[in-house]
C-alpha cells in the first residue's frame, strides 16, 4: 500500500468511492476540494490524501482546520478536524482504514494539531463509529444537526 497526494487522473476513482458511502452532492463537493488542492486553491487548510493497494485508489482522507460547528467540543488548544475518510467498500476489513487514518494522525501532528476532531452522520453508526472507537476516539457529543462528534488527543 502507499499513501500519495491525489491527482487529476484519481478523481474519478475517488469521487466512485465517495459515492458508495454518501449523496452525490457531497461527493461531488469533496471531488471538487480535492481538485481544487491540486491546483493550488485550498479553503480552512484542507489537505487530502488517496490510499493505493495494487496501484488502484482505495480509499480517501482529508484534514483540517477545525471549523467553527465543533470548536466548542474542543479540549485543546490546536484542533484540528478529520474531513473525510473514506474506503471502497470492496476493501473494508482488510486494515486499510487504520493504515489510512494512523498516516493522518502523523499529518495531523506534523500540522501542530493538539487533537483530531471527527464530525460523523448517524448512518454511519454500524460502520464508522465503531471504527473510530476502536482507534481510542471518544464520542463526545451531537452537532446541532444531530452528528456525531469524535475526538482523540494527539
Known amino acids: 500500500m502507499e499513501i500519495i497526494k491525489p491527482k487529476i487522473e484519481d478523481l474519478d476513482k475517488i469521487f466512485e468511492i465517495l459515492s458508495q458511502w454518501t449523496e452525490k452532492e457531497e461527493?461531488?463537493?469533496?471531488?471538487?476540494?480535492?481538485?481544487?488542492?491540486?491546483?493550488?486553491?485550498?479553503?480552512?487548510?484542507?489537505?487530502?490524501?488517496?490510499?493505493?493497494?495494487?496501484?488502484?485508489?482505495v480509499g480517501v482522507g482529508g484534514l483540517s482546520d477545525i471549523l467553527p460547528a465543533i470548536k466548542s467540543f474542543a479540549k485543546t488548544e490546536n484542533p484540528g478536524e478529520l474531513k473525510i475518510l473514506y474506503?471502497?467498500?470492496?476493501?473494508?476489513?482488510?486494515?486499510?482504514?487504520?493504515?489510512?487514518?494512523n498516516f493522518l494522525e502523523e499529518k495531523a501532528k506534523e500540522n501542530k494539531y493538539t487533537e483530531l476532531m471527527i464530525r460523523s452522520a448517524e448512518r454511519y453508526k454500524d460502520t464508522a463509529?465503531?471504527?473510530y472507537e476502536k482507534?481510542?476516539?471518544?464520542?463526545?457529543?451531537?452537532?446541532?444537526?444531530?452528528?456525531?462528534?469524535?475526538?482523540k488527543e494527539l
Open 27 to 57: 461527493a461531488l463537493k469533496y471531488t471538487e476540494r480535492i481538485k481544487n488542492e491540486i491546483n493550488g486553491m485550498t479553503e480552512f487548510n484542507m489537505s487530502f490524501w488517496a490510499i493505493k493497494k495494487d496501484d488502484e485508489v
Open 135 to 151: 482507534m481510542s476516539y471518544k464520542n463526545i457529543g451531537l452537532t446541532d444537526n444531530n452528528m456525531a462528534v469524535f475526538s
Open 129 to 131: 463509529y465503531g471504527f
Open 87 to 101: 474506503l471502497d467498500n470492496k476493501t473494508r476489513g482488510q486494515g486499510i482504514g487504520r493504515v489510512l487514518l
